[in-house]
């Protein structure tokens, strides 16, 4: 549990020597509170008030790293129930299940479809994170899959296997590349928490109960397996979601250090939908990992999407550089449209300017990422700063016209901009739909 300022203060030399850098013992114990400074500033602290420190200090939900390199997926770490109150850190990991009981053939297309799951959304690059690799029949039938796995993917790499003997062949074989293990049970966790050591690799903790589970990651946690993930196995959604909580509710409100790990959990259905929808239930709350088992890229960008905007940061919205965009081969003659750097209103923009093949100068005003709307409620998109904005781009050496385009949302401004600004000001559409007739009309 985290200490406050005081308590810190209590544990300190209370010298004010000034050798940590503050005038006081008091200013420092503050700064530490804030983990502005590290403990290490105090020549004076004894190695009980050290670890008493260092304990304090953890996070309450390890961070947990599988994969490597540009691949590496960071889960955990995270401080708060609700995302209104600061925000999510590390967004939760999408991983999709293949059997090696597939025939090659048919492993190989089912990698190169999941390569081919990345999308761009708002200027973002979405990315699944994880493949999954299933035991079904011998650990030489396993092996021979994981190989081509390991061959055709970059990605993060999970191995679900209870043989004990087949793992540590595949460990030996994909140990540069810090995999996970799925997963240790009562029966079996002592000898894959070694193995999970030994290879540096991510363990996952299976029970359907959360006491069971506590008990095996602190026996796990104490030999030195602390890469640690939850699962509480397959239940009704209304019961999964009810572990989900409990397990991050007790870790960030009781400081209960034994459920203080990220959480997996696997949507598997043969409708779909329904297994979408199973699956962004688990994004939502709280899930570190989600695996399923459709590749479809519609199911795959609609878990993205909803990933992307449950981890954006609420106090400060998607925005892109304010700044002048030409579209396409834009002339003295081309049409200039005004909107705000919120990412979505730009991007929306964007499309249909693109759909509409006339090449068009896009403005993007700074209005601190927000929406026309919004911006223009918050006297953040106003008459004055368009004027000012436009001086300063410039546009005005490159067209043979002095026409500017606003949304048709703010056309109560047009008089007033026209007064500050010197341009002939044009009521555009309301919505972007009807962005491409409007520019092949003017």
């Known amino acids: 549990m985290a200490l406050s300022g005081l308590d810190i203060y209590k544990l300190l030399p209370k010298t004010n020597c000034r050798k940590c850098g503050f005038a006081t013992c008091l200013a420092f114990a503050m700064q530490l509170a804030k983990k502005a400074v590290g403990i290490d500033k105090c020549p004076y602290l004894s190695e009980e008030t050290k670890n008493i420190l260092e304990a304090s200090s953890q996070p309450p939900i ?7 390199g540009d691949s590496a997926l ?22 999709f299940i293949l059997k090696d009981s597939l025939s090659p053939a048919e492993l190989k297309t089912s990698l190169e479809k999941i390569s081919r799951l990345n999308f761009e959304r708002v200027g973002q690059k979405l ?8 035991q079904c ?22 191995l679900i296997s209870e043989d004990q003997a087949a793992l540590k062949e595949a460990l030996q074989l994909v140990k540069d590349r810090k995999p996970l293990i799925f997963g240790a049970t009562k029966k079996n966790y002592l000898a894959l928490g070694e193995l999970a050591k030994e290879y540096n690799a991510g363990l996952v903790v299976c ?19 602390g ?30 250090r034994a459920l203080g790990y990220p959480v997996l959990a696997v949507a598997q259905n043969d409708d779909p939908l329904r297994e979408a929808v199973e699956a962004a239930t688990y994004i939502s709350k709280y899930a570190g990992i989600v695996l399923v088992s459709g590749m479809d890229s519609w199911e795959a ?27 396409g081969q834009v002339t003295e003659k081309s049409p200039v449209l005004i909107t705000t750097n919120f990412s979505l209103s730009y991007y929306t923009v964007l499309g249909e300017v693109e759909a509409s093949k006339v090449p068009t100068y896009i403005i993007s005003i700074d209005t601190e990422g ?41 056309a109560v401004m047009s008089g007033d901009l026209e007064d500050k600004s010197g341009w002939e000001v044009i009521v555009g559409p309301k919505e972007a739909a009807g962005i491409p007739a409007f520019l092949k009309k003017i």
């Open 137 to 158: 029949g011998t650990a030489e039938k396993f092996i021979a899959a994981l190989k081509t796995v390991q061959a055709a993917t970059a990605l993060g790499i999970v």
């Open 74 to 95: 960071q889960i955990g770490n995270e401080t708060v129930m609700f995302r209104h109150e600061e925000k999510f850190h590390h967004p939760c990991g999408i991983g």
């Open 127 to 134: 990315e699944v994170n994880l493949v999954a690799l299933k």
């Open 370 to 410: 927000m929406s026309v709307l919004t911006a223009w409620a918050a006297e953040k998109f106003t008459p004055a700063k368009i004027a000012d904005f436009l001086e300063k781009t410039g546009i005005r050496e490159n067209l043979a016209h002095k026409r500017i385009v606003i949304p048709g949302y703010v």
């Open 207 to 225: 029970a359907g109960d959360l006491e069971e589970i506590a008990a095996l990651t602190k026996e796990l946690s104490a030999k030195g397996a």
């Open 227 to 256: 890469e640690l993930i939850i699962d509480t196995g397959k239940k009704p959604l209304q019961q999964k979601l009810w572990d989900l909580t409990q397990i991050r509710r007790q870790a960030l409100k009781k400081s209960n």
């Open 62 to 68: 390890k961070l947990v790293t599988v994969g490597t």
């Open 301 to 327: 960008l609609s878990l993205l999407t909803l990933r992307q905007n449950i981890y954006t940061d609420p106090q400060k919205p998607l925005q892109i550089e304010p700044k002048v965009y030409p579209i």
